[in-house]
């Protein structure tokens, strides 16, 4: 946990709307271990719909991102520099802070290097000249990438982990406003669309075209919704209004097409009304979760254990390829999302869902012990993620944390004491070279680190945790260089030797 006696966070995430609501739980979970402590949240401007209006956001600092970029690239240089020095001494403010880097792009490390802070947390610009993350938490963070079989844990619940802070529980997150209420309301009122329940909303855009399920089959499942009596409203962004247009004018008066018209924190209004919203991997899938509607979630690219509707009771529905989760933003076959029918989705809507068929799994959320879960419906076994190697990862960083019912395979220990053995000789080959050794150490050195990476199976996610220590270790004085190298080799093996043995 923090310093008690630091009552400044600032949180960055300049991403997109999805990933900052699901920083969310992190918010409530630092005010409710510090309700004192005065949260502050750094996001792109026009990103900040899921923290406005929340009482676990004290302030939200807006950085225009992309005029800065272009000032920098520009004739227009010098100003961007006193506009980055004037961020940085913004959120510095009174006293030093504490800072928790949540964004992956380099350019952000730059910023953080500039603020006075007393802890940072993430990737961070060193004064030797490289980017750094020297928190165990964020290094897993950027190690899941490499190796996505064995992490089990939903970015949100990292996110936490990474500030020493706990969530994993159900909880509304976003509270529209009194404003944005009247607006939707009027919005209705003007078409003479009455919000009814029973009412589903469909979010059929998304960002990339391989996470959008196709639009007939939006139009097929509101068919049979319509016939039960179900009005439909459909939401989107104003480049999203010809779908929802489209699919509107198929399905007739008793579904409204809202996208284009109401606002992002509006549309969330429309949110807190329905009985479920059909969507993909989408800001809008978070935003029903974060304010405790059902969701129906049609996974294709992305994987829904690292992304999913973070809560409990929302149905999760995947199409299975052998490549996913792939994150490709175009696919030319669509078939992982292709391959979920309407009748599946009317059915999970209904809550009486037929079995998923051939390439599909339907999963089930949920907490066990304090943590998000996707929980395997209809006979189907989950594919995510391999159970036991996951459970593994998370031991080397979670010491406490142990499931007897969920050991690694014979094969992952054997991987893992493999890696092991290349980290004790990359460890004395270095302390060879400190000792006087010369070239051939070296290259002995960066030999083993290279078979360490050709392992396979779970020594992929330790070489990927290796390498990112590795990098983050200066090297502007060769002799701390290499000792900080020989740390990084000899707590990456104790870590990995003590979860075996536990």
């Known amino acids: 946990?923090?310093?008690?006696?630091?009552?400044?966070?600032?949180?960055?995430?300049?991403?997109?709307?999805?990933?900052?609501?699901?920083?969310?739980?992190?918010?409530?979970?630092?005010?409710?271990?510090?309700?004192?402590?005065?949260?502050?949240?750094?996001?792109?401007?026009?990103?900040?719909?899921?923290?406005?209006?929340?009482?676990?956001?004290?302030?939200?600092?807006?950085?225009?991102?992309?005029?800065?970029?272009?000032?920098?690239?520009?004739?227009?240089?010098?100003?961007?520099?006193?506009?980055?020095?004037?961020?940085?001494?913004?959120?510095?403010?009174?006293?030093?802070?504490?800072?928790?880097?949540?964004?992956?792009?380099?350019?952000?490390?730059?910023?953080?290097?500039?603020?006075?802070?007393?802890?940072?947390?993430?990737?961070?610009?060193?004064?030797?000249?490289?980017?750094?993350?020297?928190?165990?938490?964020?290094?897993?963070?950027?190690?899941?990438?490499?190796?996505?079989?064995?992490?089990?844990?939903?970015?949100?619940?990292?996110?936490?982990?990474?500030?020493?802070?706990?969530?994993?529980?159900?909880?509304?997150?976003?509270?529209?406003?009194?404003?944005?209420?009247?607006?939707?309301?009027?919005?209705?009122?003007?078409?003479?669309?009455?919000?009814?329940?029973?009412?589903?909303?469909?979010?059929?855009?998304?960002?990339?075209?391989?996470?959008?399920?196709?639009?007939?089959?939006?139009?097929?499942?509101?068919?049979?919704?319509?016939?039960?009596?179900?009005?439909?409203?459909?939401?989107g962004a104003p480049e999203e209004r010809d779908t929802a247009l489209r699919i509107a004018g198929e399905l007739g008066e008793r579904c409204c097409a809202t996208a284009g018209d109401l606002s992002f924190r509006e549309s969330i209004v429309t949110l807190t009304m329905a009985d479920a919203v059909v969507t993909g991997d989408t800001a809008i899938m978070h935003a029903a979760a974060a304010v405790g509607t059902r969701v129906i979630a049609l996974f294709g690219p992305t994987s829904p254990v690292e992304t999913g509707p973070y809560g409990s009771g929302h149905t999760v529905l995947c199409g299975t390829c052998p490549h996913r989760p792939c994150f490709t933003p175009t696919c030319a076959s669509g078939s992982c999302l292709a391959a979920i029918t309407p009748a599946l989705v009317y059915g999970c809507i209904r809550e009486n869902p037929p079995e998923s068929g051939s390439g599909v799994e339907r999963y089930t959320t949920g907490f066990t012990d304090g943590v998000y879960r996707l929980v395997p419906e209809g006979g189907v076994e989950g594919s995510y993620v391999d159970a036991g190697g996951a459970a593994l990862t998370r031991m080397v960083f979670e010491p406490s944390f142990f499931k007897a019912t969920v050991q690694p395979e014979a094969s992952e220990v054997i991987e893992s004491r493999r890696f092991i053995d290349q980290c004790a000789r990359m460890e004395q080959l270095l302390t060879k070279v400190k000792a006087g050794g010369g070239a051939m150490e070296l290259r002995q050195y960066e030999q083993t680190r290279i078979r360490a990476e050709h392992l396979g199976g779970i020594a992929a996610f330790w070489s990927a945790l290796l390498n990112i220590r590795l990098n983050s270790v200066p090297l502007l004085d060769p002799i701390a260089g290499i000792d900080g190298s020989i740390a990084a080799c000899r707590s990456t093996r104790e870590q990995i030797t003590t979860a075996l043995e536990a």
């Open 1 to 235: 946990m923090f310093r008690s006696a630091m009552s400044r966070i600032i949180v960055m995430l300049p991403n997109n709307l999805g990933d900052v609501i699901m920083t969310l739980p992190l918010l409530d979970a630092l005010k409710t271990a510090d309700p004192s402590r005065h949260v502050s949240f750094l996001v792109e401007k026009g990103y900040a719909g899921g923290l406005e209006n929340s009482p676990v956001c004290d302030r939200i600092i807006t950085i225009d991102r992309r005029r800065m970029k272009e000032m920098f690239c520009s004739d227009d240089w010098k100003e961007g520099i006193t506009a980055l020095r004037s961020l940085a001494h913004d959120l510095s403010g009174e006293g030093e802070a504490v800072v928790v880097n949540l964004s992956q792009h380099p350019y952000l490390s730059y910023l953080v290097s500039a603020v006075v802070a007393s802890d940072i947390r993430g990737r961070r610009y060193l004064r030797e000249g490289n980017h750094a993350l020297s928190d165990p938490w964020s290094q897993y963070l950027y190690t899941i990438p490499f190796a996505r079989d064995y992490n089990g844990l939903h970015a949100s619940d990292v996110y936490c982990r990474i500030a020493d802070v706990r969530a994993g529980k159900d909880k509304r997150w976003i509270i529209p406003t009194e404003r944005e209420y009247t607006a939707c309301g009027a919005f209705f009122t003007e078409r003479n669309f009455p919000i009814d329940r029973p009412l589903i909303v469909f979010q059929p855009g998304a960002a990339w075209p391989s996470k959008r399920w196709p639009a007939g089959a939006f139009i097929s499942l509101g068919k049979m919704l319509l016939r039960d009596g179900y009005r439909i409203v459909i939401t």
